[in-house]
């Protein structure tokens, strides 16, 4: 089975912290992304990636930023964090555009 | 941009009574995939339907993928517990890039 990591479940940060998320998948997968989701709003898709060092940005990219240096590892920063960032952060993987992705278990994110 | 509209957002049913949800999207969709998020956890792939038309079942979950492919179902014979859960459209537009837009979500609650 396919696993994606993601490196912490909580985490509780200040405002105007830079702050990392790290996500990490087993499976030689070409395309990565980050999504938050939020009650009421759903899966809403901040950054993508189809390879080393590729990036897209999604719907909802602002204030936010990625890498992508290795193919098993796409790391979300949140450049300074603010209140509205508060939220649970889902990486997901697929190997190409005919699979479904496969989540991490999420980083649930409180900015104070 | 493409949205894909998701309802119910909430239904809740006894234990061994039916359920459906249903997505659609103003503008057609080259595929379609399908998400369970038990309460807690993170969305778990369920199917992808391609092809105008196509029908899929799994055991007690019967998914539809409509004619014009703007529109799909997911429904589910006879409840059980287990069924609990936020399920999730998620489609694929042709020409963006392969990333999905995902439905906010149906939550489902079974009580016995």
């Known amino acids: 089975d396919v696993k994606v990591t993601q490196s912490s479940r909580y985490l509780v940060k200040r405002t105007g912290e830079k702050v990392f998320l790290e996500c990490v998948q087993d499976m030689d997968h070409e395309n990565m992304f980050w999504y938050r989701q939020d009650p009421g709003l759903g899966l809403r898709l901040i950054y993508f990636s189809y390879d080393v060092k590729m990036k897209e940005k999604g719907d909802i990219p602002e204030g936010y930023s990625v890498s992508r240096e290795k193919k098993e590892r796409f790391s979300l920063i949140l450049e300074s964090a603010s209140t509205n960032q508060t939220s649970m952060y889902l990486c997901a993987s697929r190997l190409t555009a005919t699979y479904g992705y496969t989540f991490g278990s999420g980083t649930r994110l409180t900015v104070v | ?112």
């Open chain 2, 1 to 112: 941009g493409q949205q894909v509209m998701q309802i119910p957002q909430y239904q809740h049913v006894q234990e061994g009574e039916d359920f459906t949800t249903y997505c659609n999207s103003s503008t057609t969709l080259s595929n379609i995939q399908w998400y369970k998020q038990r309460p807690g956890g993170h969305p778990v792939f369920l199917i992808q339907l391609v092809k105008s038309g196509e029908v899929k079942k799994q055991k007690r979950l019967t998914f539809q993928f409509g004619e014009a492919k703007k529109n799909s179902s997911l429904h589910i014979t006879a409840t059980q517990t287990t069924d609990v859960g936020t399920y999730f459209c998620a489609g694929l537009y042709t020409g963006t890039a392969s990333k999905l837009t995902f439905g906010t979500g149906t939550r489902l609650q079974v009580t016995l």
